[in-house]
Nanobody
Framework: EVRLEESGGGSAQAGESMRLSCVVSGYTYSDHCMAWYRQRPGLAREGVVVLGSDGSVMYADSVKGRFTVYKDDAKSTLDLQMDRLKSEDTGMYYC???????????WGQGIQVTVSS
């Protein structure tokens, strides 16, 4: 059974930092793309960062220079370091894993991030 479990969310003030962690089990994610998505209030779910199976990393323009993704194959974790948080970063954050065709197939349960201005 594939499981993606997020942790580390909560509340922060604008300008502060927060780190999200995703523990992956039942899935050889080193061979697949992984991603963090978020769903902000009133908006569709969107990709925050995608790590390709080829090692490529693509960040959404809205988080470039502020968010950094860390992947630890030995620990099977995918962390998202979020710096200089903004109120518009508020939302549910999801860890995601891809199928071999590159489409997202697995989702974590999501974790809430709330940033106050």
């Amino acid at each position: 059974e594939v499981r993606l479990e997020e942790s580390g969310g909560g509340s922060a003030q604008a300008g502060e930092s927060m780190r999200l962690s995703c523990v992956v089990s039942g899935y050889t994610y080193s061979d697949h793309c992984m991603a963090w998505y978020r769903q902000r209030p009133g908006l569709a779910r969107e990709g925050v960062v995608v790590l390709g199976s080829d090692g490529s990393v693509m960040y959404a323009d809205s988080v470039k220079g502020r968010f950094t993704v860390y992947k630890d194959d030995a620990k099977s974790t995918l962390d998202l370091q979020m710096d200089r948080l903004k109120s518009e970063d508020t939302g549910m954050y999801y860890c995601a894993g891809c199928a071999r065709n590159g489409e997202v197939k697995y989702w974590g349960q999501g974790i809430q991030v709330t940033v106050s201005s």
